[in-house]
């Protein structure tokens, strides 16, 4: 078992022989420390061998043996201590049988759960002062942990709860004891009574826990129970880690008699009395550790605890001892004079003598406490939710942790929570039961009102080493293990925050851990790729002709990806990606580095002017190497790219590096931008593209960044005058404008754009924009001029005539607005752009029934002059999945289904162009995403 309830949040391995003996052993897989075995699930087999990376489907044969048990029987758990493991077949208890183990489960947790609140009791109340009181306020923290008890049986949803005083605020509570204590020192010396500083600490404490209670319930009211978990974990584990190293102390502290109470004090071991009382604690401690990590087992831990009692009390009868000779040597504490009643105990809460000035001084520490319970608690809710198998209510279960807090606090009490391993062995027993809780709850406050002192007949030894089992089970869990389960610099982390915590205070450790993960936080996210470079096409479907030529054109286009929020942190990360993928000619960077050197500013006057390298083009066979620039501004080695073809490639169809000419920022990613960023990174980015004739361009920018942009200048205006650079609402726009761009710097004007063909030629039109018998397709304008020269070596049944268009292909004029075809409608024929634009979306209906997260109507593509509709539809014979609606007014051929089935049969030379350019379409398409990131 893990004798913390805070600290069961990270798997352990075990092996566990004696399982058996409480229920049947499960073939499920528990996990190691570093998480590298997996773990079944419901419906899955295990993987053997457990170093596979790609995850076993269901359709794989089951392996013979342990691995091949249903997992429908089995409700697995990874969590620490458990295999959590549930057959649901399990044997049926009679009533009679039941009631035995509900009382058994009972005996057991109270067995172990007294004596590790005496331990508690003695971390809280560590200071020398306190230990004369030692078996009265004992029983104080055993009356807290029995009202948590009942709390959290009644109000917690889980019937099988545990709720105790928990290790997570005893820190807390124990730095405010010490600085109570010191504090009245510093203002009287030695001249207070020990009245007073009972009822002020106590005081303290309780109001303390209440109004913890109070602020945890109204943090379940309001459902933020993921507000405290903004916690760091790596300060929550240094913080973890110090509560092991604070019971180690208090524990030699308690078994020496000695203030033990920061790292100078450990000189004090040296003497030869301190280590013969300190050292059998500490090995029995120890001890206990090895054997519960090795077997775990309902009995393990109560037998460890008896094995010691038996070894002490057997030793005195061996050696002739009476208990006061142990007592008289330092072995077990002195029996109170008088032993006080419950009623006189709580006389301790004395208001007249309450110091309330020193309340305000525990504040800081209050306000630490409350997150570091509040994470806790979510920690334990969430590896009980694990356990269980089903969802929990976080705020639920907070609320339930503050009701437990307030009533304790009323009651002068402690803080508590969900004590993680109980409940798990609570639940093991498969006891649906809230009498456990309520035989445990009773049990503690029967200890309480006995007549007797615990601690004055149980050795020293026993606490100390209960104590050593709680400090190796935290630092090592947090100090060693949990190298495995943080990142190196949150594992660096833990570390610096635990040491703060030792060599400094509580208070200040816990800050520093939180700046330092802050820090770590900001060079995590600067180091993160927050910049990517994407290949990406516009979604507009264009002529053959355009869509070869934007195939070695579309490098001159860079598209950076920006993700998450833009800050001053992550501003030079930006301006080096820039520079990184922006190319420029080796002419370019000597000009460059002149002008830089010369004092002169190269930056352009106009806006969008294109600089002499921009005009050439990418056709030509001019051998000018392109380089980065961060090689033209940095001294260090040149990369080298070639803006022609090798020799020995296949000429312009070949892929090949191209001069930056087009700038994209995607901010389709990006949650928001600082002012810094603004002025330090995305202006100086438009003035350094600038100065290379680039044409920077923003897509997809959100709102507040918008405006930051356009106040900063950065880019247009809302009417479009300004300087800035151009912005577009989708990066699809901006890709498109980018490619039209290109195509008309090459002396094409995009089809799109082109003027409608008249009516006399618009068959002659259709006929120059479907693929020659030969494959071949045109290539310039000056096709058109010489057509009939063509047509004259070409078989006569492949050229579409105008009585063969008018037989078999109808055409329409359509205007902005209109429809050809609708999503879900039968697929009639394909389309042909004759001139125009044509949008295929998927509409608003269709697109937000997908699922959370998608909105309005979603562009799949735009159909441009010479490009089909519809032709994937019509050779899978299925229904439109899409909507076609016409953007501009168009020229659009339409070839029904039937009129096609009488082509091929009639004219099938013709048909077969037909079906070329629809393969020739699909093709180029697929081509065009294999070579984009789409």
Same mark, same amino acid.
């Given at each position: ?158 019937? *099988? ?63 933020? &129970? ?23 102390? &208090? ?15 450990? %000189? ?43 070894? *002490? ?26 032993? +006080? ?25 209050? %306000? ?18 694990? #356990? ?56 503690? %406050? ?47 982390? @833990? ?25 770590? *936080? ?49 501003? @030079? ?18 000009? &460059? ?72 920022? $995607? ?9 810094? &960023? ?69 002396? %094409? ?28 397709? +045109? ?6 001029? $010489? ?9 006569? $049944? ?107 049969? #009639? ?28």
């Amino acid at each position: 078992m893990d004798s913390t309830g805070a600290t069961a949040r990270t798997p352990r391995t075990r092996r566990s022989p004696l399982s058996g003996l409480l229920m049947p052993e499960s073939p499920a897989i528990s996990r190691s420390y570093d998480g590298s075995t997996p773990f079944s699930m419901r419906g899955l087999p295990p993987v053997p061998g457990g170093s596979m990376k790609t995850p076993r489907h269901s359709y794989h044969p089951r392996h013979a043996g342990i691995a091949s048990v249903s997992m429908d029987d089995l409700v697995v758990d990874v969590e620490e201590n458990a295999s959590l493991l549930r057959s649901k077949d399990g044997p049926v208890l009679t009533p009679t049988e039941r009631k035995i183990k509900i009382g058994l489960y009972g005996v057991l947790n109270t067995v172990i759960l007294v004596p590790l609140m005496i331990s508690f009791a003695q971390i809280i109340f560590r200071d020398p002062e306190f230990q004369p009181y030692m078996n009265d306020l004992v029983k104080l923290v055993l009356v807290s942990a029995a009202v948590h008890q009942i709390c959290f049986t009644c109000v917690s949803s889980l019937p *099988f709860a545990m709720g105790q005083v928990q290790d997570a605020g005893l820190i807390f509570l124990s730095a405010m004891c010490s600085s109570i204590i010191q504090s009245l020192h510093e203002m009287r010396g030695d001249d207070f009574s020990m009245e007073e500083v009972l009822a002020t600490t106590l005081f303290t404490m309780a109001v303390s826990t209440a109004v913890l209670g109070a602020a945890l319930i109204v943090t379940g009211k309001l459902r933020l &129970a993921s507000f405290v978990q903004y916690l760091p974990m790596p300060v929550v584990g240094g913080y973890l880690a110090f509560i092991g190293f604070y019971a180690l102390e &208090a524990g030699l502290s308690m078994m020496t008699t000695q203030s033990i109470k920061e790292p100078a004090d450990w %000189i004090k071991l040296v003497d030869a009395d301190a280590l013969m009382l300190s050292v059998p604690g500490v090995v029995a401690g120890t001890a206990i550790f090895w054997v519960n990590s090795r077997w775990n087992h309902m009995a393990v831990m109560p037998c460890c605890l008896a094995a010691m009692l038996i070894t *002490f009390y057997g030793l005195l009868l061996i050696t002739g001892s009476s208990l006061d000779d142990a007592r008289a040597a330092g072995w077990v504490a002195e029996p109170p004079p008088s032993p +006080r009643s419950i009623t006189q105990i709580y006389g301790f809460y004395d208001f007249s003598k309450i110091s309330f000035s020193h309340l305000t001084d525990q504040i800081p520490t209050w %306000i630490a406490m409350y997150f570091v319970v509040a994470f806790s608690s979510s920690l334990d809710v969430a590896a009980v939710e694990t #356990a269980l198998g089903k969802p929990l209510d976080h705020n639920h279960e907070l609320q339930t942790v503050g009701i437990s807090n307030l009533l304790s606090g009323l009651g002068g009490g402690f803080t508590g929570s969900y004590l993680f391993s109980q409940t798990i062995f609570t639940l093991r027993g498969k006891l649906d039961s809230r009498y456990v809780g309520l035989i445990v709850f009773f049990l503690e %406050i029967a200890v309480v009102l006995s007549p007797f002192s615990i601690i004055a007949f149980v050795p020293k030894v026993f606490f100390g080493a209960l104590q050593m089992l709680v400090c190796l089970d935290l630092i090592t869990e947090w100090l060693w293990h949990a190298r495995n389960k943080l990142l190196p610099r949150e594992y660096g982390i @833990v570390w610096l925050t635990f040491l703060s915590m030792v060599f400094v205070n509580l208070e200040l450790g816990i800050v520093v851990g939180i700046v330092i993960a802050g820090f770590n *936080f900001i060079y995590s996210y600067i180091a993160t790729a927050s910049v990517h470079r994407v290949m990406k096409r516009s979604r507009v479907e264009r002529d053959l002709r355009e869509r070869v030529l934007l195939q070695n054109m579309r490098m001159a286009i860079v598209t950076l990806e920006l993700e998450g929020f833009i800050f001053f942190g992550s501003s @030079v990360k930006v301006m080096d990606e820039v520079r990184r993928h922006v190319l420029v000619t080796n002419t370019e960077k000597q000009e &460059a580095k002149t002008s830089t050197l010369s004092g002169a500013s190269p930056m352009l006057p106009r806006r969008h002017a294109p600089s002499p390298y921009v005009a050439r083009s990418l056709n030509d066979s001019f051998n000018d190497d392109l380089t980065t620039l961060d090689s033209v501004f940095d001294d260090h080695e040149m990369h080298g790219y070639s803006s022609t073809p090798k020799a020995g490639k296949t000429g312009s169809s070949a892929l090949h590096a191209a001069r930056t000419r087009y700038f994209i920022l $995607d901010f389709e990613k990006v949650s928001g931008v600082d002012a810094t &960023a603004v002025r330090s990174c995305f202006n100086a980015t438009k003035e350094l593209l600038a100065q290379h004739g680039i044409v920077l361009i923003f897509a997809s920018v959100p709102t507040d960044a918008e405006r930051l942009l356009r106040v900063h200048d950065v880019i247009e205006k809302v009417d479009g005058s300004g300087t800035g650079s151009l912005v577009f609402d989708t990066l699809d726009k901006a890709l498109e404008w980018c490619e039209d761009e290109l195509l008309v710097s090459e002396g %094409i004007l995009p089809l799109s754009e082109s003027a409608p063909a008249e009516e006399g030629q618009r068959w002659q039109l259709l006929d120059e924009l479907l693929p020659r018998p030969d494959g071949s397709h +045109r290539k310039n304008e000056m096709v058109l001029a $010489d057509s009939s020269r063509s047509r004259s070596n070409e078989d006569g $049944d492949a050229v579409l005539t105008r009585e063969l268009g008018e037989m078999y292909v109808t055409h329409w004029l359509k205007q902005e607005g209109d429809t050809l075809y609708r999503a879900g409608g039968l697929v009639n024929g394909v389309y042909f752009i004759g001139y125009g634009k044509v949008d295929v979306f998927m509409p608003s209906k269709i697109h937000e029934g997908l699922g959370p997260g998608f909105r309005g109507r979603k562009r799949i593509t735009r159909v441009c002059q010479g490009g089909l509709v519809g032709a994937s539809e019509m050779i899978l014979h299925k229904r439109h999945q899409f909507t076609a609606q016409v953007r501009a007014p168009s020229s659009v051929f339409f070839l029904s289904k039937s009129h096609y089935a009488r082509m091929q049969k #009639a004219h099938p030379t013709l048909a077969a162009r037909f079906q070329q350019a629809m393969l020739q379409s699909m093709a180029i398409g697929v081509l065009e995403s294999n070579l984009t990131d789409d």
